[in-house]
């Protein structure tokens, strides 16, 4: 049951490596984890499998890097900021490390103007490079998804709204801004699986996804 003592901490934290390969719904249970090992003074949900009371960011797709994930936890009483950065990165799994600790945290979010998402696609060549800047940057380009044996039709529109090109070393850097959690609007998973399709044989080229912003629209 809530108190007037109840208050929010927003945890940021990275996602590379191979910890980018750990699950939405397992990324919960290894921060889960990590909480309850630091025996943290949090609030627990009700129920009969209390756990420690969490939001999370939108959900980072299977295999994507990013430098941008968060949740927020309500905690009964505080503790020291530096301490909890440094202690709970020490309990996450290698590439999940804290960079930064809100406390306390007060949440501006409405939930009613979606997300904008900056990610960072590295390319080995430039015409890969090119050809999914062409792609990203054409509002008309349309795709499929299939969902419970039923395919939903797709229109970029509006969810991609800039990209930059460049070179960093041997690496080719496409920086995409988007767009998702707005009626009819693709997520940027679906939009990216989208794109390595339309890259057919050279998606190969495609060495690299990042999440490196997330903010409200």
């Known amino acids: 049951m809530s108190t007037a003592e109840e208050f929010k901490v927003r945890v940021d934290y990275t996602k590379t490596c191979q910890s ?7 990324t919960i249970d290894v921060i889960s984890k990590a909480l309850r090992r630091l025996q943290l003074p949090y609030s627990v949900t009700q129920g009969c499998h209390a756990r420690p009371k969490l939001t999370f960011g939108p959900p980072l797709p299977l ?5 941008c994930e968060y949740f927020i936890l309500t905690m009964a009483s505080p503790v020291d900021a530096e301490w909890l950065k440094t202690a709970l990165t020490r309990e996450l799994p290698h590439g999940m490390h804290v960079s ?6 007060t949440e501006k979010k409405t939930g009613t103007n979606g997300e904008k998402l900056t990610y960072r696609l590295v390319f080995s060549d430039n015409e890969t490079a090119q050809k999914a800047v062409d792609f990203l940057q054409n509002p008309s380009v349309t795709f499929e998804v299939e969902r419970k044996g ?8 509006d969810a991609v709204r800039q990209t930059k090109l460049s070179q960093y070393e041997d690496k080719y850097l496409v920086e ?9 609007v693709p997520s940027v ?4 699986t989208a794109l ?19 903010s409200e629209v």
């Open 20 to 26: 980018r390969y750990i699950a939405h719904l397992d």
């Open 63 to 67: 295999g994507h890097a990013s430098f």
């Open 100 to 105: 930064k600790i809100e406390m306390p945290y």
């Open 150 to 157: 039923q395919l939903k039709k797709y229109q970029l529109g």
């Open 176 to 184: 995409a801004q988007f767009v998702q959690g707005l009626p009819d």
């Open 189 to 192: 998973s679906k939009i990216v």
């Open 196 to 214: 390595a399709e339309h890259l057919g044989e050279s998606k190969n080229g495609l060495m690299l996804i990042e999440r490196v912003a997330l």
